[in-house]
């Protein structure tokens, strides 16, 4: 299991963690059995509708078939899609994984992740810097050893968009967010 995979989860449950410790509060007395309004940004959109925005993987290159879910977390949804792509059958052959993940359903997880995309550091173990692409945040880290990259953006104010390389170099971060439609992206709903 690539190490992209290994991490999408627990970047989904560090996102569902925030979203329950936001909203996940108890009603207050004589409410328990009354329904609530939405104490969040709106629905998430299905996970199917995130699946087509995945790519397919380039010449020489093999993808899995991309997986999404779209899970309630107490009062609140969370839709994610996910694919993991490979160069070769070798231990350490090039691998990419991209992932989706909503988060319409807490402005506070887009404001508490999106704060620690202020920051830049360089030495000779790699680099984090914080990015904008065609006008949308993000935040590019590379450590050098393993030549590991991660490019986070934030698309329309929701949509987390997170690109995860081993065995490349850093600006194939960029290359491969050039297989991403990212108008595509910021209109879902």
Same mark, same amino acid.
């Given at each position: 299991m690539s190490r992209a995979r290994r991490l999408f989860p627990l970047f989904c449950t560090i996102g569902c963690s925030l979203i329950l410790t936001c909203y996940a509060q108890p009603p207050p007395p004589g409410e328990e059995g009354t329904p609530k309004p939405a104490a969040n940004g709106g629905d998430p959109i299905d996970f199917k509708k @995130? @699946? =087509?925005? @995945? =790519?397919?993987a380039p010449s020489g290159w093999s993808a899995e078939e991309a997986e999404g879910s779209t899970e309630e977390m107490g009062d609140t949804q969370i839709s994610t899609a996910h694919r993991d792509y490979s160069k070769g059958e070798a231990k350490d052959a090039p691998t990419t994984s991209i992932s989706v993940l909503d988060s319409v359903a807490s402005p506070d997880y887009v404001e508490m992740t999106t704060s +620690?995309?202020? *920051? $830049?550091?360089? *030495? $000779? %173990?790699?680099?984090?810097? =914080?990015? !904008?692409? %065609? +006008? !949308? =945040? +993000?935040f590019e880290t590379f450590e050098n050893e393993g030549k590991h990259g991660t490019l986070w953006l934030l698309v329309a104010k929701r949509y987390f968009l997170q690109i995860e390389t081993t065995g490349q170099d850093a600006k194939e971060l960029q290359e491969w967010l050039k297989r991403v439609d990212l108008k595509k992206l910021a209109v879902l709903k």
């Open positions: @995130l @699946l =087509p925005i @995945l =790519p397919d +620690g995309w202020k *920051n $830049a550091e360089a *030495n $000779a %173990e790699g680099y984090s810097k =914080p990015v !904008t692409i %065609e +006008g !949308t =945040p +993000g």
